[in-house]
């Protein structure tokens, strides 16, 4: 075992985060006033950088792009929140959540019976090698990637290039294939049902706009949240589950609490980053207890300190996780591409 976890024996680490699991465990209570002001609050804020850029991208188009920047990072947030709807966390119930979670679908354009079930495989599997390629950023271990064929090595070179992952393979996902039902790895119906169903609703919300505003205008608008809000996503994404101590196991050591806490990080983000991604940078503690809403994260972190010293990476730190490209089971962590001999 590596990171936080490493100098103990798996009965130690089991311990540990079990005690962890039951100290977070009081955070774990939805506030329906908390989550309306939330929810309320970043509508508005939306609403308004929208009617802004509506307003602007004919005669001012410069100023257009400036404002795609907080859009984007508040598509993130909505994000979020409907990332807590599906955990069944943002509201106390779960009707409440998965209506505000299915709406809230038009503007992260994920249909969200078919992420809210990729996700929890998600967590049912993080940190397992066996059980990779659901609901994650694809990573092979270091004897997988000798026994590729040279176009094999070029190929997954490419889709882990930061470059082409976050500018174009993200955004993609989210453009493109959450608009088809097939390769998520999904009952055929409950795909079709999910992906369908939103692709109809944003068929008549965003046709009604282009009606009103012209397809061009939407367009220049659309593309450039949707481009930013995704590449940051994934950026996220891939800090949270890619990073030198992270710690993965085979399914006979694998275990459920123990993954959640040494295969995820901590991510410190300046105040009003942590605003927009709804703290979801303790993403430790998320995993550890995902019943816990986002607006209640950065409590149970000061209430528990000892969360403040797993896996914390800062934006510097993790900048430097970009070169991790592969999992070495000998050495038991994440290495680059020049360290394969």
């Known amino acids: 075992m590596t990171g936080y976890l490493g100098n103990f024996s798996h009965d130690e680490a089991k311990e540990t985060v079990t005690r962890l699991a039951r100290l977070c465990a009081s955070h774990a209570r939805p506030d ?26 004919e005669h001012a188009y410069w100023v257009t792009l400036l404002l795609a920047a907080p859009a984007a990072l508040l598509v993130v947030r ?21 209506l505000t ?15 809210k079930r990729e996700h929890a495989l998600h967590h049912a599997s993080s940190g397992n090698l ?7 950023i694809d990573t092979l271990t270091v004897e997988e990637y000798k ?22 393979g993200v955004p993609f996902y989210f453009l493109v294939l959450q608009r088809l039902p097939w390769w998520h790895g999904l009952p055929a119906r409950e795909a079709w049902k999910s992906v369908l169903a939103l692709d109809l609703a944003i ?42 101590e992270i710690c993965w196991e085979r399914t006979i050591g694998w275990d459920f609490q123990v993954a959640a806490v040494a295969g995820s990080s901590y991510y410190v983000l300046p105040a009003i980053l942590n605003w927009f991604t ?17 607006y209640r994260l950065r409590e149970c972190l000061e209430a528990v300190p000892e969360f403040k010293s797993i896996n914390r990476l800062t934006l510097i730190d993790s900048l430097m996780c970009v070169r991790l490209k592969l999992w070495d089971e000998n050495r038991r962590r994440l290495v680059g591409f020049a360290d394969v001999t």
């Open 203 to 244: 068929i008549a919300a965003y046709g009604s706009l282009a009606y009103a505003f012209s397809l061009g205008n939407l367009l220049m608008i659309v593309v450039p949240v949707v481009t930013l809000s995704a590449a940051a996503g994934g950026w996220l994404f891939y800090i949270q589950h890619n990073f030198k």
């Open 101 to 115: 979670g299915r709406c809230l679908s038009l503007f992260t354009l994920t249909p969200y019976g078919l992420w």
């Open 130 to 136: 066996d059980r990779r390629g659901i609901g994650d």
């Open 78 to 98: 909505l994000f979020i929140i409907q990332h807590d709807c599906g955990h069944g966390s943002f509201f106390a119930a779960r009707g409440p959540d998965d």
């Open 32 to 57: 329906a006033h908390r989550a309306v002001l939330q929810l309320a609050t970043t509508l508005a804020l939306l609403l308004a950088i929208g009617t802004a850029m509506f307003a602007t991208v």
């Open 147 to 168: 026994r590729l064929s040279p176009l094999g090595r070029l190929r997954y070179r490419i889709y882990r290039n930061p470059l082409f992952l976050f500018w174009f």
């Open 278 to 294: 709804g703290h979801i940078g303790l993403h430790h503690i998320h995993h550890l207890n995902s019943r816990i809403p986002n």
